[in-house]
């Protein structure tokens, strides 16, 4: 892994990092140990890969985010559980489901994918050609309901329509046609 763009990140990833482990524990990799190769792992922004279980119930899981090279597992009992636990989390850019039960995937997709701007559902048709979880494409929407992006992230035209200005028009018939015969204008320094 690279470094984060910054210590302070470093620092806010360890922080919720450790504050989900509060109610669980590290499976993979320790805040405060970083491995590094040629490098000052207190000078640079580094951080291993991190991995926490936490319990489900708890609230950090839900309501903070290891902006990082971190990752919280979930267990839950069964799928009405599972699409609570992503309902708790108000958003998420990306979701991977894999498994073989194509009941279970539906059920779960019909229930998880107001959350998501993308899920990436494998199973053992497809495992080999994945791009991976949250990659995104260009043609794909990235990006999630709430604090995941709003939906809008890249994807081609979506992204700059959102940079684009709109105004609505009332009018009557007879400006309405004029505006749409006359050739468009913009203001000094726009474009």
Known sequence: MGPVV???????????????AESGRFVHGDPEEVR???ADPERGAFLDTLLVSADPDAAAPHEVEPFGPAATALAYR????????????????AAS??????????AF?????????????????????TTGHGSPLPAMKHGGPGRAGGGAEMAGTRGVVNLMQRTALQASPRVL???????????????
């Open 36 to 38: 590094v190769l040629d």
């Open 78 to 93: 069964d799928t009405a559980h599972a699409t609570a636990l992503v309902a708790r989390g108000r958003g998420s850019l």
């Open 177 to 191: 046609d004029s505006l749409r015969s006359t050739p468009s204008s913009s203001p000094a320094g726009h474009a």
């Open 6 to 20: 910054s210590l302070a990140q470093r620092d806010d990833v360890r922080q919720v990092a450790r504050k989900i």
């Open 109 to 129: 997709v019909q229930e998880a994918a107001p959350w998501h701007g993308r899920l990436h559902l494998l199973d053992s048709t497809n495992m080999a050609q």
């Open 97 to 106: 489901v894999v498994g073989d039960d194509l009941v279970w995937t539906t």
